[in-house]
Protein backbone atom coordinates (compact mmCIF):
# COMPACT_ATOMS: atom_id res chain seq x y z
CA UNK A 1 0.00 0.00 0.00
CA UNK A 2 3.17 2.54 0.90
CA UNK A 3 2.61 6.22 1.45
CA UNK A 4 -0.64 7.71 1.03
CA UNK A 5 -1.25 11.58 0.83
CA UNK A 6 -4.56 12.80 2.49
CA UNK A 7 -6.14 16.31 2.17
CA UNK A 8 -7.78 17.31 5.93
CA UNK A 9 -8.46 20.79 4.70
CA UNK A 10 -11.93 19.67 6.12
CA UNK A 11 -11.03 17.72 9.27
CA UNK A 12 -14.71 16.36 9.24
CA UNK A 13 -14.14 14.78 5.55
CA UNK A 14 -10.66 13.77 4.59
CA UNK A 15 -10.16 12.58 1.11
CA UNK A 16 -7.29 10.86 -0.80
CA UNK A 17 -5.49 12.59 -2.85
CA UNK A 18 -2.35 10.76 -4.05
CA UNK A 19 -0.41 8.05 -3.28
CA UNK A 20 2.78 6.07 -4.26
CA UNK A 21 3.03 2.19 -3.63
CA UNK A 22 6.74 1.79 -2.06
CA UNK A 23 8.16 -1.74 -2.65
CA UNK A 24 8.28 -2.75 1.28
CA UNK A 25 6.22 -2.01 4.08
CA UNK A 26 5.78 1.66 5.03
CA UNK A 27 6.07 2.24 8.71
CA UNK A 28 6.49 6.01 8.99
CA UNK A 29 6.76 9.20 7.55
CA UNK A 30 8.70 12.37 7.68
CA UNK A 31 8.16 15.42 5.55
CA UNK A 32 10.51 17.90 5.22
CA UNK A 33 10.00 20.42 2.27
CA UNK A 34 9.21 18.81 -0.77
CA UNK A 35 10.40 15.41 0.03
CA UNK A 36 8.59 12.75 1.92
CA UNK A 37 11.18 10.30 3.67
CA UNK A 38 9.79 6.64 4.33
CA UNK A 39 11.08 4.14 6.55
CA UNK A 40 9.83 1.06 4.45
CA UNK A 41 10.54 -2.06 6.32
CA UNK A 42 13.11 -3.95 4.28
CA UNK A 43 13.42 -1.78 1.80
CA UNK A 44 15.07 0.85 3.77
CA UNK A 45 14.34 4.33 3.54
CA UNK A 46 12.70 5.60 0.39
CA UNK A 47 12.31 9.34 -0.75
CA UNK A 48 9.50 10.58 -2.28
CA UNK A 49 8.97 14.15 -4.17
CA UNK A 50 5.70 15.42 -3.39
CA UNK A 51 5.50 18.67 -4.96
CA UNK A 52 2.34 17.39 -6.87
CA UNK A 53 0.59 15.39 -4.06
CA UNK A 54 -1.79 13.42 -6.47
CA UNK A 55 1.56 12.06 -8.65
CA UNK A 56 3.75 11.40 -6.19
CA UNK A 57 6.71 9.43 -7.53
CA UNK A 58 10.22 8.33 -5.94
CA UNK A 59 13.77 10.09 -6.22
CA UNK A 60 16.37 8.25 -4.17
CA UNK A 61 16.68 5.28 -1.31
CA UNK A 62 18.69 3.65 0.87
CA UNK A 63 18.36 0.00 1.56
CA UNK A 64 19.23 -0.41 5.37
CA UNK A 65 20.60 -3.31 6.39
CA UNK A 66 18.22 -3.51 9.00
CA UNK A 67 14.17 -3.24 8.66
CA UNK A 68 13.42 0.26 8.74
CA UNK A 69 10.62 1.12 11.06
CA UNK A 70 11.07 4.90 12.00
CA UNK A 71 12.57 8.14 10.15
CA UNK A 72 13.36 11.81 11.59
CA UNK A 73 14.82 14.48 9.21
CA UNK A 74 17.07 17.29 10.67
CA UNK A 75 18.84 19.05 8.51
CA UNK A 76 20.66 17.41 6.17
CA UNK A 77 20.60 13.87 8.08
CA UNK A 78 17.82 11.24 8.21
CA UNK A 79 17.74 8.99 11.67
CA UNK A 80 16.24 5.93 10.81
CA UNK A 81 15.05 3.45 13.43
CA UNK A 82 16.25 -0.07 11.70
CA UNK A 83 15.05 -2.44 13.86
CA UNK A 84 18.03 -4.57 14.58
CA UNK A 85 20.57 -3.10 12.72
CA UNK A 86 20.23 0.20 15.11
CA UNK A 87 20.43 4.10 14.74
CA UNK A 88 21.39 4.51 10.93
CA UNK A 89 22.39 8.10 9.89
CA UNK A 90 21.53 9.23 6.14
CA UNK A 91 22.87 12.25 4.26
CA UNK A 92 20.07 13.27 2.26
CA UNK A 93 21.38 16.43 0.89
CA UNK A 94 20.91 14.83 -2.10
CA UNK A 95 17.93 13.29 -2.12
CA UNK A 96 18.60 11.27 -5.52
CA UNK A 97 22.01 9.51 -3.98
CA UNK A 98 21.22 9.17 -0.53
CA UNK A 99 24.55 7.17 1.92
CA UNK A 100 24.80 6.47 5.00
CA UNK A 101 27.40 8.34 6.96
CA UNK A 102 27.42 6.41 10.57
CA UNK A 103 24.87 4.30 12.53
CA UNK A 104 24.86 2.77 16.30
CA UNK A 105 23.80 -0.50 16.91
CA UNK A 106 21.78 -0.10 19.93
CA UNK A 107 21.18 -2.49 22.51
CA UNK A 108 17.84 -3.44 21.87
CA UNK A 109 15.69 -3.13 18.22
CA UNK A 110 14.85 0.53 17.47
CA UNK A 111 11.55 1.29 16.43
CA UNK A 112 10.91 5.03 16.58
CA UNK A 113 13.01 7.43 16.88
CA UNK A 114 13.14 11.36 17.27
CA UNK A 115 15.59 14.16 16.92
CA UNK A 116 15.54 17.75 19.58
CA UNK A 117 18.61 19.41 19.06
CA UNK A 118 22.24 17.27 19.46
CA UNK A 119 19.99 14.66 21.16
CA UNK A 120 18.43 11.77 19.53
CA UNK A 121 15.31 9.64 21.32
CA UNK A 122 14.96 5.69 20.27
CA UNK A 123 12.87 3.29 21.55
CA UNK A 124 14.62 0.53 21.23
CA UNK A 125 12.38 -2.53 22.15
CA UNK A 126 13.00 -4.28 25.53
CA UNK A 127 16.01 -2.01 25.93
CA UNK A 128 13.92 0.94 26.22
CA UNK A 129 14.43 4.38 25.87
CA UNK A 130 17.62 5.09 24.75
CA UNK A 131 19.36 9.04 24.71
CA UNK A 132 22.15 9.63 22.08
CA UNK A 133 23.81 13.02 22.06
CA UNK A 134 25.52 14.36 18.77
CA UNK A 135 28.83 16.16 19.01
CA UNK A 136 30.10 18.35 15.75
CA UNK A 137 29.46 17.67 12.36
CA UNK A 138 30.17 15.00 9.48
CA UNK A 139 33.54 13.30 9.08
CA UNK A 140 35.74 15.36 6.32
CA UNK A 141 37.93 13.30 4.64
CA UNK A 142 40.04 15.68 3.50
CA UNK A 143 41.84 16.69 6.48
CA UNK A 144 44.90 15.51 7.44
CA UNK A 145 44.50 15.16 11.20
CA UNK A 146 40.84 14.14 13.10
CA UNK A 147 40.06 16.71 15.34
CA UNK A 148 37.95 16.14 18.38
CA UNK A 149 34.67 18.55 17.91
CA UNK A 150 32.80 19.44 21.42
CA UNK A 151 33.15 21.76 24.21
CA UNK A 152 33.99 18.86 26.59
CA UNK A 153 37.83 19.59 27.76
CA UNK A 154 38.10 16.37 29.52
CA UNK A 155 37.28 14.50 26.65
CA UNK A 156 40.84 12.44 27.00
CA UNK A 157 39.98 10.93 30.65
CA UNK A 158 36.86 9.39 28.67
CA UNK A 159 36.80 5.88 26.93
CA UNK A 160 35.54 5.65 23.49
CA UNK A 161 33.99 3.19 21.03
CA UNK A 162 34.15 3.00 17.78
CA UNK A 163 30.54 2.25 15.92
CA UNK A 164 30.85 -1.25 16.67
CA UNK A 165 31.48 -1.00 20.24
CA UNK A 166 34.78 -2.27 20.62
CA UNK A 167 36.93 0.21 22.70
CA UNK A 168 39.60 1.79 21.23
CA UNK A 169 42.60 3.40 22.06
CA UNK A 170 42.45 7.41 21.58
CA UNK A 171 45.69 7.48 20.72
CA UNK A 172 45.04 5.80 17.32
CA UNK A 173 42.32 8.16 16.46
CA UNK A 174 41.01 8.16 12.40
CA UNK A 175 38.77 9.83 10.68
CA UNK A 176 35.05 8.73 11.57
CA UNK A 177 31.83 8.31 14.09
CA UNK A 178 33.29 7.55 17.38
CA UNK A 179 30.65 7.24 20.65
CA UNK A 180 31.72 7.79 24.48
CA UNK A 181 29.82 6.51 27.57
CA UNK A 182 29.27 8.94 29.90
CA UNK A 183 28.11 9.02 33.88
CA UNK A 184 24.66 7.18 34.59
CA UNK A 185 25.28 5.18 31.55
CA UNK A 186 24.07 7.30 28.73
CA UNK A 187 25.44 6.78 25.84
CA UNK A 188 26.84 10.16 23.57
CA UNK A 189 28.10 9.76 20.01
CA UNK A 190 31.36 12.02 19.07
CA UNK A 191 31.81 13.07 15.71
CA UNK A 192 35.34 13.74 14.76
CA UNK A 193 36.89 14.94 11.81
Known sequence: IGLRIIDITNPSSPFEVGYYNTPGWAWDVYVSGSYCYVAD??????????????????????????????????????????????????????????????????????????VSGSYCYVADDEAGLQIYQFYGGTPNVNEEKPKIITKEKSLKTKKLYDITGKLINEGKLKKGIYFKIAEKGKEKILILK
Open 41 to 114: DYAGLRIIDIRNPSSPYEVGYYDTPGYALGVYVSGSYCYVADDEAGLRIIDITNPNSPYEVGYYDTPGWAYGIY
